[in-house]
């Protein structure tokens, strides 16, 4: 059974840190890319972060970049974001995808981020 759980959300104020997991079982994870997508009401799926298989492959939305890092552990089957310097606009339940093609497209349950003082 494939499985990808997200975890780490919260409620932090603004210009702290979170750094949220994604554990994934049910399938060869190191053969997979991994990107960290998030969501806000009424809106669609946008890309934060993305990781290639090997682990060396990484690329961020703009509006991350130099805030957001991520990284994967493929004998683990986790892959991570760390989060600093959280801005309001960050607050959104983030979601981690695993991605091999359209017929290996899986997706985890989500996580909350909300960034408030």
């Known amino acids: 059974q494939v499985q990808l759980v997200e975890s780490g959300g919260g409620l932090v104020q603004p210009g702290g840190s979170l750094r949220l997991s994604c554990g994934a079982s049910g399938f060869t994870f190191s053969n997979y890319a991994i990107t960290w997508y998030r969501q806000t009401p009424g809106k669609g799926h946008e890309f934060v972060a993305n990781i290639g298989a090997s682990g060396v492959d990484r690329d961020y939305a703009d509006s991350v970049r130099g805030r957001f890092a991520i990284s994967r552990d493929n004998v683990k089957n986790m892959v991570y974001l760390q989060m600093t310097n959280l801005k309001p606009e960050d607050t959104a339940i983030y979601y981690c995808?695993?991605?091999?093609?359209?017929?290996?497209?899986?997706w985890g349950q989500g996580t909350q981020v909300t960034v408030s003082s």
């Open positions: 995808n695993a991605w091999r093609g359209s017929a290996y497209d899986y």
